[in-house]
């Protein structure tokens, strides 16, 4: 499956940004999407992810009432909506396509990322 991210850009703090994540050739195995940043000089980190099928979400505690996923089955994509931007979600967002195990996820394909810059 090949993952095309977009809607990254400079926004200022307290603005808001919805990064879409585009799947195409979407392989059975990949029940569940997720969304990953780094900013410079740090690890990946994640920011929630979601399932295809029930739309169930999780988060990273710390994005928990800010940052909000979603998807459209339909046209196989999904959505980060953040909101109350803070310079420290500066980043590169990526989008993942993965199959959710029990106890771990094991992601297999990864899209391009999108610069997101938020400033103070």
């Known amino acids: 499956v090949q993952l095309q991210a977009s809607g990254g850009g400079l926004v200022q703090a307290g603005g808001s940004l919805r990064l879409s994540c585009a799947a195409s050739?979407?392989?059975?195995?990949?029940?569940?999407m997720g969304w990953f940043r780094q900013a410079p000089g740090k690890e990946r980190e994640i920011v929630g992810t979601?399932?295809?099928?029930?739309?169930?979400?999780y988060y990273a505690d710390s994005l928990k009432g800010r940052f909000t996923i979603s998807r459209d089955n339909a046209k196989n994509t999904v959505y980060l909506q953040m909101n109350s931007l803070k310079p420290e979600d500066t980043a590169v967002y990526y989008c993942?396509?993965?199959?959710?195990?029990?106890?771990?996820?094991?992601?297999?394909?990864w899209g391009n990322g999108t610069q997101v810059t938020v400033s103070s």
């Open positions: 050739g979407r392989a059975f195995a990949n029940n569940v």
């Open positions: 979601i399932t295809w099928s029930g739309g169930n979400t």
């Open positions: 993942a396509a993965g199959t959710a195990l029990p106890g771990k996820t094991i992601w297999r394909s």
